[in-house]
């Protein structure tokens, strides 16, 4: 007999990466409309651009796993860029700025570390050099991930930035009620 399991709907996000172009938005959402996905909503940055040069694009939605298998795949089939799909949708964001010789250490290098050694995704890179990247630069990281996992991403920025000889500055955290 069947559990019920596979025939429940859960919520999912998927973060895409998007051309600039007419109508890429509208070709992200044809698969998940075309595979039985109900979107709940769609956070799309045209302002912001990712390393690579693309709009970043968060759609959360409602599906069976099953479903949700299937538009992934057809996402992916269709050519659309596919960054992360889960069904745990990130619910704390973390900024930190890391400050050194990120251009001469390879700051794509050092996001890729960071993404690679949590559960976390970098969604902002804002970088700074005022004085020219030979005399050090600072980049400004906005990072979502899930809940109670903050402690766990700032120990692996610490980590890949101690391995680079960069300095991070941490977020505040709470300290309880006011």
Do not use: C, W
């Amino acid at each position: 007999m069947n559990d019920g399991h596979a025939d429940e709907v859960h919520a999912y996000t998927i973060r895409l990466e998007l051309v600039d172009e007419p109508g890429e938005l509208l070709r992200a959402l044809g698969p998940i409309a075309n595979n039985g996905g109900n979107l709940l909503s769609i956070f799309h940055e045209r302002g912001n651009l990712t390393p690579r040069g693309h709009i970043p694009v968060e759609v959360d939605l409602e599906a069976t796993p099953e479903r949700f298998d299937d538009i992934v795949e057809a996402l992916r089939e269709a050519g659309v860029n596919v960054i992360q799909a889960g069904a745990e949708q990130y619910s704390e964001e973390l900024t930190v700025i890391i400050v050194g010789q990120l251009v001469q250490t390879d700051l794509s290098d050092t996001l890729s570390a960071i993404q690679d050694g949590t559960d976390a995704s970098v969604t902002d890179v804002s970088l700074s050099a005022p004085e020219g990247t030979e005399n050090g630069a600072s980049a400004r990281l906005r990072l979502a991930t899930q809940s109670g996992e903050t402690d766990s991403v700032l120990s692996a920025v610490r980590s890949v930035a101690s391995e680079k000889d960069l300095r991070v500055i941490e977020p505040l955290t709470g300290g309880g009620e006011a």
